[in-house]
T-cell receptor, first 112, second 115 residues
Framework: GDSVTQMEGPVTLSEEAFLTINCTYT??????LFWYVQYPGEGLQLLLKATKADDKGSNKGFEATYRKETTSFHLEKGSVQVSDSAVYFC???????????FGTGTSLTVIP | DTGVSQNPRHKITKRGQNVTFRCDPI?????LYWYRQTLGQGPEFLTY????????KSRLLSDRFSAERPKGSFSTLEIQRTEQGDSAMYLC?????????????FGEGSRLTVL
């Protein structure tokens, strides 16, 4: 069935380190893809999105490229900050074929 | 626009009791979703409304669970005869059908603890 697979955490990095969180998907068709972020004590919020193959989403220094050939949507940031400590979730667009599922989440802790 | 609002934020109940959660979506959003999240896991889909019509229900939504959205605005999620396994964070989200994509706007959740 359709699903997303995320890199397992937790991930601990020092400030200014490079971040990659892997996400691969199995879906019918090519849905838009999202990364959501959940900061401690807060609700999930959209971080970035990409609507088609080779599209790059970006926000707050984070980037993710929709790679159709590898069915991947990996999240990257060149230099993480302590304030990036959160849980990150990969998910397809629920409007595309009623795909309502989320990845299991990857917890990131950035230490000074 | 005050975002998605959920009440109550916390609910502690004894096993066997009924509980009800309310969600007020962003006013112009016609789609409303309920998810459940347990510690260390991603949100698990429960059900989805477009306006007042309940269009999808997960297998997770046993007969003890019922959700309504009577006028296509706010929604309620009721759990009858609660069990300890129902302890979780219940998340509500809404989205607009007018956008190109269906990104979800989440509330802060209602945490249920069943003793």
């Amino acid at each position: 069935g359709d699903s997303v697979t995320q890199m397992e955490g937790p991930v601990t990095l020092s400030e200014e380190a490079f971040l990659t969180i892997n996400c691969t998907y199995t879906a019918t068709g090519y849905p838009s893809l999202f990364w959501y972020v959940q900061y401690p004590g807060e609700g999930l919020q959209l971080l970035l999105k990409a609507t088609k193959a080779d599209d790059k989403g970006s926000n707050k220094g984070f980037e993710a490229t929709y790679r159709k050939e590898t069915t991947s949507f990996h999240l990257e940031k060149g230099s993480v900050q302590v304030s990036d400590s959160a849980v990150y979730f990969c998910a397809p667009d629920p409007n595309t074929g009623n795909q309502f599922y989320f990845g299991t989440g990857t917890s990131l802790t950035v230490i000074p | 626009d005050t975002g998605v609002s959920q009440n109550p934020r916390h609910k502690i109940t004894k096993r066997g009791q009924n509980v009800t959660f309310r969600c007020d979506p962003i006013s112009e959003h016609n789609r409303l979703y309920w998810y459940r999240q347990t510690l260390g896991q991603g949100p698990e889909f429960l059900t989805y409304f477009q306006n007042e019509a309940q269009l999808e229900k997960s297998r997770l939504l046993s007969d003890r669970f019922s959700a309504e959205r009577p006028k296509g605005s706010f929604s309620t999620l009721e759990i009858q005869r609660t069990e300890q396994g129902d302890s979780a964070m219940y998340l509500c989200a809404s989205s607009s059908h007018r956008g190109r994509t269906g990104e979800l706007f989440f509330g802060e959740g209602s945490r249920l603890t069943v003793l």
